[in-house]
C-alpha cells in the first residue's frame, strides 16, 4: 500500500446526491461504486439515527480502506466486494430490498489513478495492466493479442477516437507494449494532437480500460438490476463522465423501467470543478423507479 493510502477521494457532487437520491432517515441504500466511502459516510450521515448503506466495489484494494473509515457506522453498513453487475443478487442477499436508493458514481477514484502497479495513468511508468479485479485479461493482452482492425474498433468504439486507425497501426508496429507511459507515448506521436488539458492518450486508454473490464456490459446489468431492488418510488442516481456511459445511463432512463426527476443532466458548480479538477466532467442523472 503507497504512503498516500490514508488520503480519501474527494467525492463529487456530494450535496446533490443527497438530494437526488432523497435520503432519509431509516432508508436503506445501495451504493454501487463505493471506492473510498465518501458518498456512503455522506449517505450515513444524512440517514441516521438508522439508515443503512450496502457499499459494494469491484476492486479488492478499495474494500479495506472504505471499511475502516466505515467502521465508526457499525451494523448499519455491510461492504462487499462486488461488481454492481451483481447488484440484485447482493442486495437480496443482505437483506436491502425493496431498497429506497441505489447509486452509481462511474468514475474512477484517484486511489486507482494514483496507483503505480495498475497501469490506469498514461502519465507513470507502470504495468499495463488496467483490471479492477485480478481475474481475467489485462490491458496488455489486448494492446499486444488484437488484429490491427479490431483495435482500432475498439479504441474507436469505446473511446471515439477519430485518429484510431493511425493508433492502431501504431500499436501493432511497436509491439510488444507493456508499459503506460510507453504506449502514451506511442499512443501522443501516431494521433499527432497537440499536448493540451487533455492528453493525447486520453480516450485510448479509456476504450483499453472499459474493454478490460467489460464496464458497459456491466453497466447495462447492474441498471437493470437496480431498478428491479427499488421500491416504488425509490431513486436511482447516476454519475457518469465521459459521453459513451452518459449515453447508456439516458438510454436506460428513458426505456420504461424507471422514468426521470428531471430531464436536464446536473453538473458541478464553479467552486467544485475549481477544488477537485477531476469532477469537471461528471453528469448527473436523477430517475425513480415505476
Not at 479488492?60 to 454492481?84: K, Q
Not at 486508454?205 to 472499459?210: G, I, N, W, Y
Request: net charge neutral; hydrophobic share 40%.
Amino acid at each position: 500500500m503507497s504512503a498516500n493510502s490514508h488520503i480519501y477521494h474527494e467525492p463529487v457532487m456530494t450535496a446533490q446526491v443527497l438530494a437526488g437520491l432523497a435520503v432519509r432517515p431509516g432508508g436503506a441504500y445501495v451504493d454501487c461504486t463505493l471506492g473510498d466511502a465518501g458518498h456512503a459516510t455522506a449517505i450515513l450521515e444524512a440517514s441516521a439515527p438508522d439508515g443503512r448503506v450496502l457499499g459494494l466495489d469491484a476492486d479488492p484494494e478499495a474494500i479495506s480502506p472504505a471499511t475502516e473509515r466505515l467502521r465508526r457506522f457499525g451494523d448499519r453498513v455491510i461492504v462487499v466486494n462486488a461488481n454492481f453487475g451483481t447488484v440484485a443478487s447482493q442486495a437480496h442477499a443482505h437483506g436491502f430490498v425493496p431498497a429506497d436508493g441505489v447509486l452509481f458514481d462511474l468514475g474512477l477514484s484517484s486511489r486507482q489513478l494514483d496507483s503505480e502497479e495498475r497501469g490506469f495513468s498514461f502519465r507513470r511508468s507502470a504495468p499495463l495492466d488496467m483490471r479492477f479485479t485480478p481475474e481475467g485479461g489485462s490491458a496488455t493482452d489486448l494492446v499486444n493479442g488484437l488484429p490491427e482492425q479490431e483495435l482500432a474498433d475498439l479504441i474507436y468504439t469505446l473511446g471515439e477516437e477519430p485518429r484510431s486507425r493511425r493508433i492502431a497501426r501504431a500499436i501493432v508496429a511497436a509491439r510488444p507494449l507493456t508499459d503506460a507511459a510507453e504506449l502514451a507515448e506511442v499512443v501522443a506521436r501516431a494521433s499527432g494532437y497537440r499536448r493540451g488539458r487533455t492528453h493525447p492518450a486520453t480516450r485510448t486508454f479509456q476504450a483499453l480500460r472499459m474493454a478490460t473490464n467489460d464496464e458497459l456490459g456491466n453497466l447495462r446489468r447492474g441498471l437493470s438490476q437496480a431498478a428491479s431492488v427499488l421500491n416504488a418510488g425509490g431513486r436511482l442516481v447516476t454519475i457518469a463522465y465521459h459521453s459513451i456511459e452518459d449515453r447508456e445511463v439516458k438510454r436506460f432512463v428513458n426505456s420504461g423501467e424507471v422514468r426521470p426527476v428531471m430531464k436536464r443532466v446536473l453538473k458541478p458548480d464553479s467552486e467544485e470543478i475549481s477544488r477537485n479538477r477531476r469532477s469537471r466532467s461528471a453528469r448527473m442523472r436523477i430517475a425513480e423507479h415505476v
